[in-house]
């Protein structure tokens, strides 16, 4: 398979992105109409997922003002060049730029877009091109301020389970800390195994254990981590940020499945951590287990978010 070099031929003047654009990265975003982030643009899993994948570089240029991020996906053969997502913030002119550079890489007239929320088809329209639209998943919105004072019939079933959690013996909720790394790894090992019964691949541990061991780029704003310790032991672990202003990711939270309830509980500690925000966006469910567990925390909307093909 030919290896592709960045920055050579049809990728001249794209760079893999790096902490150096982190900053520039931030400020695209925050320039970007709200409804234009998703789970995706949330930069601590930009980093811990593509930074060290040798199999797909994340790469970034700019053009006009805006921020332009492509995926090159070395496991195809030949190497696709596809757009990430609109640029940052969205224009016709730095689109049409894109576009052509993804033709001349691939050298064909289809051109992928991997995340687009569904708000953002529109930004399509003057290209006049044909689109394909594939729904890729739905995404949980939820309102953090709901989670200081549960009330109502709505909540009944998610107090009663905080309740029987709060009712424990030596719960106590911390700040995640480097020191309680090998505590969190050893609980995600023993979760992969038992998980494995039941499904035949296991995703997400790779960007876990980099975010476990995580190396000091992201302040407590944008990575933000909790565990619960019962009678001293570790059970659960998990971490949230802001996407940008106003919208808060949670990332990743993981639990002892023996101690019923806990994921949840863990989860409101760290929605409450963010009820300064609009909303806070909880990524899919790609399993009927985890669609229970997201409903019953009680979403306040769905954000659904599609893969695009243009001139298809």
């Not at 070099?5 to 001249?12: I, R, Y």
């Not at 051109?111 to 687009?116: F, K, L």
């Not at 409903?295 to 954000?303: E, I, T, Y």
């Amino acid at each position: 398979m030919h290896d592709p070099q960045v920055g050579e031929g049809a990728l001249a003047g794209l760079r893999r992105m790096a902490p150096p654009d982190f900053d520039r990265y931030r400020a695209a975003l925050a320039q970007a109409p709200a409804q234009a982030a998703c789970w995706q643009h949330y930069l601590p899993f930009l980093h811990f997922h593509y930074g060290p994948n040798p199999r797909q570089d994340l790469l970034i240029e700019e053009h006009e003002g805006a921020l332009c991020l492509f995926k090159l996906d070395r496991r195809e053969d030949p190497p696709q060049l596809r757009l990430f997502c609109l640029p940052l913030p969205a224009g016709t002119a730095a689109l049409r730029h894109c576009l052509e550079r993804v033709r001349a890489f691939n050298g064909q007239p289809r051109v992928a877009i991997d995340w687009m929320p569904a708000a953002q088809i529109g930004a399509l329209g003057p290209l006049g091109e044909t689109l394909r639209l594939v729904p890729k998943l739905d995404q949980y919105l939820y309102d953090p301020k709901l989670y200081r004072h549960l009330t109502g019939r709505k909540t009944r079933e998610l107090r009663h389970n905080l309740a029987h959690v709060q009712a424990l013996e030596g719960v106590e909720v911390q700040a995640y800390t480097p020191q309680d790394a090998p505590e969190a790894e050893a609980l995600l090992a023993t979760w992969i195994a038992q998980q494995r019964a039941k499904y035949d691949t296991i995703a997400y541990q790779g960007y876990t254990r980099a975010c476990l061991r995580h190396d000091g780029l992201f302040g407590p704003r944008e990575l933000a981590g909790k565990v619960v310790r019962v009678q001293g032991r570790l059970c659960a672990f998990g971490f949230a940020g802001e996407i940008r202003p106003g919208l808060a990711n949670l990332f990743i939270t993981y639990s002892d499945p023996g101690v019923s309830g806990l994921n949840r509980f863990l989860t409101c500690q760290l929605l409450q951590a963010f009820e300064d925000c609009e909303l806070v966006n909880s990524g899919p469910a790609d399993t009927p287990g985890l669609v229970t567990a997201k409903d019953s925390l009680c979403p306040v909307a769905m954000q659904q978010v599609f893969r695009v093909t243009i001139g298809a």
